[in-house]
């Protein structure tokens, strides 16, 4: 089983590059930004739960995350592992996946992180918000929300799989296929 953790801050590329791990690799994606977006667009209680925190660059509660994952993870069958993007962004998520993994007799093999300047970010980020209907790309002041959260929630996070030796980083400025074939390179020495 290939269990990779994709990280980064907001706009480094996470969605782009598990669209093409996923293939390659034959992984499952599970991008908790993805999954909460479904339930907004289904109208879900669980959706109208989690836009109060994304309109607003917040993060959406663990233990609301950590049981969306947790439904995922056992109701995926047949898989060669996944390709976690966008979780875990806090310690306690990170922790929490440790033991749900454990329960599957799974384990992370690694986490990447794509790293990428925070004024390279933001304009990404407005690039895409022309086109992506996000309310949460729209505006500077929530783009600057989300970097902030970042910095301060979810880095530690990487600290979390360093102190594991499973931490890897990678330049994610550059050509798409050129970022990928460096993760590619990590992936395949799991
Ligand atoms: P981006 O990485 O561009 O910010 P995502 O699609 O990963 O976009 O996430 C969008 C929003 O969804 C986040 O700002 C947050 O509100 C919510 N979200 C996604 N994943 C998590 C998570 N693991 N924990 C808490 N909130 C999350």
């Given at each position: ?124 980020i407005?690039?895409r918000g022309?086109?992506s209907?996000r309310?949460?790309d729209q ?52």
């Amino acid at each position: 089983m290939l269990n990779v953790v994709l990280f980064g801050p907001p706009g480094a590329g996470k969605g782009t590059q598990s669209e093409k791990i996923i293939e390659k690799f034959e992984l499952t994606h599970l991008s908790t930004g993805d999954l909460f977006r479904k339930h907004l667009g289904e109208g879900t209680d669980l959706g109208k739960l989690a836009k109060k925190y994304m309109d607003e660059g917040h993060l959406v509660p663990d233990q609301v995350v950590i049981s969306m994952v947790e439904d995922k993870i056992n109701n995926t069958s047949g898989s060669k592992g996944f390709i976690f993007d966008g979780f875990p962004r806090t310690t306690a998520q990170a922790e929490a996946l440790d033991k749900m993994l454990k329960n599957h007799g799974m384990a992370i093999s690694g986490m990447i992180a794509l790293d990428v300047p925070h004024d390279v970010l933001k304009e990404r980020i407005k690039e895409r918000g022309k086109t992506s209907n996000r309310a949460d790309d729209q505006n500077e002041e929530k783009i600057n929300t989300r970097i902030k959260v970042y910095l301060d929630e979810t880095l530690p996070v990487a600290k979390y799989y360093e102190e594991q030796g499973k931490f890897k980083k990678i330049n994610g400025v550059g050509e798409i296929e050129e970022i990928f074939n460096q993760i590619s390179v990590v992936i395949d020495s799991y």
